[in-house]
């Protein structure tokens, strides 16, 4: 199995950006995937998880600002985030659980990708 995540980039706030999670040897049909982020010096945090049905659900840090997407057929998972804070900045990563239910903690997911970056400056 494999997560690849990518898109990250320097990008000024109020910006835009689509993280992608690149997945293999996980059926994205039986499996739910979750993004996360970790910010310097502080735990890994929990923003948005959809389930192998499609029902999405995200952390009220990013409600209305972040959209979690699945394409099935190309076993991608998506992150459009919009209107970007320098809060934002951090290390974003992909990860994948057998179960559609539970909180997004990072305890609950068994697969993880190695991460992209996201930087929001000006």
């Known amino acids: 199995w494999q997560l690849v995540e990518s898109g990250g980039d320097l990008v000024q706030p109020g910006g835009s950006l689509r993280l992608s999670c690149a997945v293999s040897?996980?059926?994205?049909?039986?499996?739910?995937f979750g993004w996360f982020y970790q910010a310097p010096g502080k735990e890994r945090e929990g923003l948005s998880t959809i389930t192998s049905y499609g029902d999405t659900e995200y952390a009220d840090s990013v409600k209305g600002r972040f959209t979690i997407s699945k394409d099935n057929a190309k076993n991608t998972v998506y992150l459009q985030m919009n209107n970007l804070k320098p809060e934002d900045t951090g290390v974003y990563f992909c990860?994948?659980?057998?179960?559609?239910?539970?909180?997004?903690?990072?305890?609950?997911?068994?697969?993880w990708g190695q991460g992209t970056q996201v930087t929001v400056s000006s």
């Open positions: 990860a994948a659980r057998y179960s559609d239910s539970g909180p997004i903690l990072p305890s609950t997911y068994d697969y």
């Open positions: 040897g996980i059926n994205l049909n039986i499996y739910s």
